[in-house]
């Protein structure tokens, strides 16, 4: 057969490890992998000393457009994503002004997606005391889920879930076959402690960490799962960063519970002293905790008690990232475009495989948000891949950032694994260090329960 393009003598990485061999790809969709995988082709692809990887799944972006793409933006954003090697974002209902709480605001971020992204997007839909009676609607139009905040969001349009908003939004997530997502720390603890904090004239990096204990993440997640478990809703923790966060997870996993965690790059790559050390690029909530921590969550992704880890890109202008107070500080890391990167790198270091290291932003995130046809290289799927010369040695700078304001706290980290193509759909998007397409987004709605 003739196919649109054939991608040779790569070494794939597939779900059951790693073999040499083509990708073949007619009509954006995989055809056919392996040795000689399709007779011709209209184009072709020397991969030869390249490895194919699935393009990356970043299940948890702020993206902030419509309303603050002075912050961000799709242009930028999705930029970035592609030079990372990702070629699908799911971004999160909040920075975004209107948020996505309503089937209107929905249509409005499609829309902008749609006219700027050059990945494709799944959106989260709010969950907040204000919108219970939009979630249907929401779900209409193509949430992959809900997305609640249990302790103040930093954004004054999107409150926090109280016990009974989260109990009758999960109630009703449940009966439209949706997971709800919770970022876990407790308000009680978190805003008293910071209070505290300011009022006696503490405001330095250390006071913002001691203000945010683990104890309100553990305490955060056990009230998520005990609420989830009581409603049949599935449940999902972003951005775990502790090791009692990911245990609690697994306990609850054990007795059958439908929760899932992701952790980030940071969590996994900075400690509490790094903070200190860099400042406000990289503060963050939860905030970055000590060494046992990282060493609990990189153990916790190999036992599968985490399930995924995404960047949770959350970017600010530069001037809200300065300041002589930590606790006004914009509390949000710039990272979707160093996700693949930092797996490959540290994940490599800790004896993680290509084949896990591509389960962990691809097949994971993809399977829980039912995503199909993305996060793997297989016959039927979409021809979403990424090429990485494995050897190539190379170290971040600012000028290498896509993102519309070039701070992240991971400038001037070194690198093994560069991306030299990102391909979405059997396009390419990304070669040579540039984007190469105009955009093509699509959104991508969560495939019906089976």
Same mark, same amino acid.
């Given at each position: 057969?003739?196919?649109?393009?054939?991608?040779?003598?790569?070494?794939?990485?597939?779900?059951?490890?790693?073999?040499?061999?083509?990708?073949?790809?007619?009509?954006?969709?995989?055809?056919?992998?392996?040795?000689?995988?399709?007779?011709?082709?209209?184009?072709?692809?020397?991969?030869?000393?390249?490895?194919?990887?699935?393009?990356?799944?970043?299940?948890?972006?702020?993206?902030?457009?419509?309303?603050?793409?002075?912050?961000?933006?799709?242009?930028?954003?999705?930029?970035?994503?592609?030079?990372?090697?990702?070629?699908?974002?799911?971004?999160?209902?909040?920075?975004?002004?209107?948020?996505?709480?309503?089937?209107?605001?929905?249509?409005?971020?499609?829309?902008?997606?749609?006219?700027?992204?050059?990945?494709?997007?799944?959106?989260?839909?709010?969950?907040?005391?204000?919108?219970?009676?939009?979630?249907?609607?929401?779900?209409?139009?193509?949430?992959?889920?809900?997305?609640?905040?249990?302790?103040?969001?930093?954004?004054?349009?999107?409150?926090?879930?109280?016990?009974?908003?989260?109990?009758?939004?999960?109630?009703?997530?449940?009966?439209?076959?949706?997971?709800?997502?919770?970022?876990?720390?407790?308000?009680?603890?978190?805003?008293?402690?910071?209070?505290?904090?300011?009022?006696?004239?503490?405001?330095?990096?250390?006071?913002?960490?001691?203000?945010?204990?683990?104890?309100?993440?553990?305490?955060?997640?056990?009230?998520?799962?005990?609420?989830?478990?009581?409603?049949?809703?599935?449940?999902?923790?972003?951005?775990?960063?502790?090791?009692?966060?990911?245990?609690?997870?697994?306990?609850?996993?054990?007795?059958?519970?439908?929760?899932?965690?992701?952790?980030?790059?940071?969590?996994?790559?900075?400690?509490?002293?790094?903070?200190?050390?860099? +400042?406000?690029? %990289?503060?963050?909530?939860?905030?970055?905790?000590?060494?046992?921590?990282? =060493? !609990?969550? /990189? @153990?916790?992704? &190999?036992?599968?008690?985490?399930?995924?880890?995404?960047?949770?890109?959350?970017?600010?202008?530069?001037?809200?990232?300065?300041?002589?107070?930590?606790?006004?500080?914009?509390?949000?890391?710039?990272?979707?475009?160093?996700?693949?990167?930092?797996?490959?790198?540290?994940?490599?270091?800790?004896?993680?495989?290509?084949?896990?290291?591509?389960?962990?932003?691809?097949?994971?995130?993809?399977?829980?948000?039912?995503?199909?046809?993305? +996060?793997?290289? %297989?016959?039927?799927?979409?021809?979403?891949?990424?090429?990485?010369?494995? =050897? !190539?040695? /190379? @170290?971040?700078? &600012?000028?290498?950032?896509?993102?519309?304001?070039?701070?992240?706290?991971?400038?001037?980290?070194?690198?093994?694994?560069?991306?030299?193509?990102?391909?979405?759909?059997?396009?390419?998007?990304?070669?040579?260090?540039?984007?190469?397409?105009?955009?093509?987004?699509?959104?991508?709605?969560?495939?019906?329960?089976?």
């Amino acid at each position: 057969m003739t196919v649109d393009v054939l991608i040779r003598c790569a070494r794939l990485v597939l779900p059951e490890g790693e073999a040499a061999g083509d990708i073949a790809i007619a009509d954006g969709r995989i055809v056919a992998i392996g040795p000689n995988a399709a007779e011709a082709a209209r184009a072709e692809i020397d991969a030869r000393g390249l490895v194919a990887l699935p393009g990356a799944v970043d299940a948890h972006v702020h993206f902030n457009e419509p309303g603050r793409t002075d912050w961000e933006g799709w242009a930028t954003g999705s930029r970035a994503v592609a030079a990372g090697g990702g070629t699908l974002v799911v971004e999160m209902p909040l920075n975004a002004s209107p948020p996505t709480l309503d089937g209107a605001a929905f249509d409005v971020k499609r829309a902008a997606a749609e006219s700027a992204s050059v990945v494709d997007f799944a959106l989260w839909g709010g969950l907040t005391p204000i919108n219970l009676s939009c979630l249907d609607e929401l779900a209409a139009r193509g949430v992959v889920g809900f997305k609640a905040f249990m302790s103040g969001s930093g954004i004054d349009d999107f409150p926090a879930a109280d016990d009974l908003t989260l109990y009758e939004g999960m109630l009703a997530a449940a009966r439209l076959g949706l997971p709800v997502a919770v970022h876990a720390e407790s308000d009680v603890i978190t805003s008293r402690l910071a209070a505290r904090a300011i009022a006696a004239g503490r405001s330095a990096p250390r006071d913002y960490l001691a203000s945010r204990p683990v104890v309100a993440e553990t305490e955060a997640i056990s009230r998520a799962i005990h609420l989830a478990e009581t409603t049949g809703c599935a449940l999902h923790i972003v951005h775990v960063s502790s090791g009692a966060g990911a245990a609690s997870i697994a306990e609850a996993r054990s007795r059958g519970v439908d929760v899932t965690g992701e952790t980030c790059p940071h969590y996994l790559v900075f400690t509490a002293d790094d903070l200190e050390r860099l +400042g406000a690029v %990289a503060k963050c909530a939860p905030p970055l905790r000590p060494q046992s921590d990282v =060493d !609990a969550l /990189w @153990t916790a992704l &190999a036992r599968g008690d985490l399930q995924y880890v995404a960047s949770d890109h959350s970017p600010a202008p530069a001037a809200m990232k300065t300041g002589a107070d930590f606790f006004k500080i914009w509390g949000g890391i710039s990272g979707c475009q160093s996700l693949l990167a930092l797996l490959l790198a540290d994940g490599a270091a800790r004896g993680f495989s290509l084949a896990a290291i591509a389960n962990l932003v691809g097949a994971a995130p993809a399977n829980r948000l039912r995503l199909a046809g993305k +996060g793997m290289l %297989a016959p039927g799927m979409d021809a979403d891949v990424t090429l990485i010369e494995p =050897d !190539a040695e /190379w @170290t971040l700078t &600012a000028a290498d950032l896509q993102y519309r304001h070039r701070h992240s706290p991971y400038l001037g980290r070194r690198f093994r694994g560069a991306v030299r193509r990102t391909m979405l759909r059997g396009r390419t998007i990304w070669q040579d260090d540039r984007i190469v397409s105009g955009p093509c987004g699509q959104l991508v709605r969560p495939a019906p329960v089976a």
